[in-house]
């Protein structure tokens, strides 16, 4: 017997990790580098006899580090198994169609509908604007129906980037007792936190990630940078769910990440880097780029389905996404990875797409 509560789950689709040859994969925003050099130091000198014990429940070692980072408290942090977690967790503690209905873009990251789903809450999505960036003024004229807002920074598939000024304008516009959710998974690569506005505005909530920007993905470590009535009630969630969702290694390894400030600041200049050039020599080659301050870019050429091209590429073993959804099929999203990866994808489209 299934529950019916299964029966109407649509699950999220992760993008694909095919086992049968060698691919180039640049699917998934994976981050091409290594993470810290801390990391491995630990590991061959970890203690296995720590493993007997639980993890720490409240992650407090690595809510203080994350908490100086960001010159907040920590009770202004909390610790989740990837941000998909604290994303679901958020969707549970602050959203509910009582008050209205929850507001994110059209093209946004594809899990939000599913934690809609799963968790009851009716939403509406707002279209992008014309040049495919987060509309806040959209959003703006659904607030009094919406029990809240969601969106990413810079926004995925598209890359696209909201600068400070438009997220404090917005801010200040919208209902102050609604909670807005930024989701900063790409942050790291070119744009500005709304973290600095968490004093200013209590319901802000921030969620971020070690999978992209500190190359963890394989991890699951994710963190949330809020108002402390909020955390509590994100805690109160994790413990009606599962007291331990971070182990001990996990938090180890976030521990040293989120201190190397040096090295992931360079491992993040040079996927920068690679990503202009590789958007200009797409450009030069008649491709449309949207402007990206992510780790991948939104792309399409006039002619050639999404699906034609993620198929063609896929052939000569390069693996990229491709979204058969409605309005943005001519599209595929490319990971940055190392320049000669780029470089090599470049070859390759330059024959296949001339
Ligand atoms: C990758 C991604 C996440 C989730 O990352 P985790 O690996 O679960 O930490 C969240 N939001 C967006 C927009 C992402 O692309």
């Known amino acids: 017997m299934f529950s019916e509560r299964l029966k109407r789950l649509t699950p999220y689709v992760p993008g694909e990790q095919p086992q049968d040859r060698e ?5 998934t925003n994976e981050n091409p580098y290594p993470p810290c050099p801390g990391i491995a130091d630990l590991l061959r000198t970890f203690d296995t006899e720590r493993l007997r014990l ?13 908490a100086r980072k960001h010159s907040l408290l920590k009770e202004q942090v909390f610790v989740s198994n990837g941000s998909d977690e604290a994303l679901s967790f958020c969707f549970y ?8 209905r929850l507001l994110f873009p059209e093209y946004t ?3 939000y509908p599913v934690y809609c789903d799963f968790y009851g809450i009716t939403y509406e999505r707002i279209p992008l604007d014309r040049e495919f ?7 703006l004229k659904k607030g009094d129906g919406s029990c809240g807002a969601i969106f990413a920074n810079p926004n995925a598939p598209t890359g696209t980037y909201l600068a400070l000024d438009r997220i404090v304008w917005f801010l200040e516009n919208y209902h102050r007792e609604k909670i807005v959710v930024i989701d900063e998974a790409y942050i790291d690569f070119g744009g500005e936190s709304a973290a600095a506005l968490l004093g200013q505005f209590q319901n802000l909530v921030i969620v971020r990630t070690f999978s992209k920007g500190m190359s963890l993905a394989g991890l699951r470590l994710g963190y949330t940078l809020t108002d402390k009535e909020l955390i509590k009630a994100l805690f ?8 331990y969702p971070a182990d001990t290694l996990s938090q180890l390894i976030g521990e040293i990440a989120i201190e190397d400030d040096l090295y992931y600041a360079k491992i993040r200049e040079k996927i920068i880097a690679t990503r202009e050039y590789f958007s200009s020599e797409l450009e ?8 990206s301050r992510a780790n991948f870019v939104f792309v399409s050429k006039e002619g050639i389905p999404g699906k034609d091209i993620y198929l063609k590429l896929k052939e000569k073993g390069i693996l990229v996404r491709h979204f058969d959804v409605e309005g943005i099929k001519d ?9 000669d990866q780029m470089a090599r994808l470049l070859s390759v489209a330059t024959c296949l797409f001339p």
């Open 331 to 339: 599209f595929v999203r490319i990971t940055i990875g190392t320049r």
């Open 109 to 111: 990251y594809s899990f």
């Open 133 to 139: 960036r987060v509309d806040l003024d959209g959003f």
């Open 93 to 100: 503690a602050f959203f509910d169609s009582l008050y209205g």
């Open 23 to 27: 691919y180039l994969k640049l699917n």
């Open 54 to 66: 639980y993890s720490d429940p409240v992650c407090g070692r690595l809510r203080e580090r994350i």
């Open 284 to 291: 030069r080659l008649g491709w449309f780029v949207l402007p």
């Open 236 to 243: 109160t969630v994790k413990d009606s769910f599962n007291s």
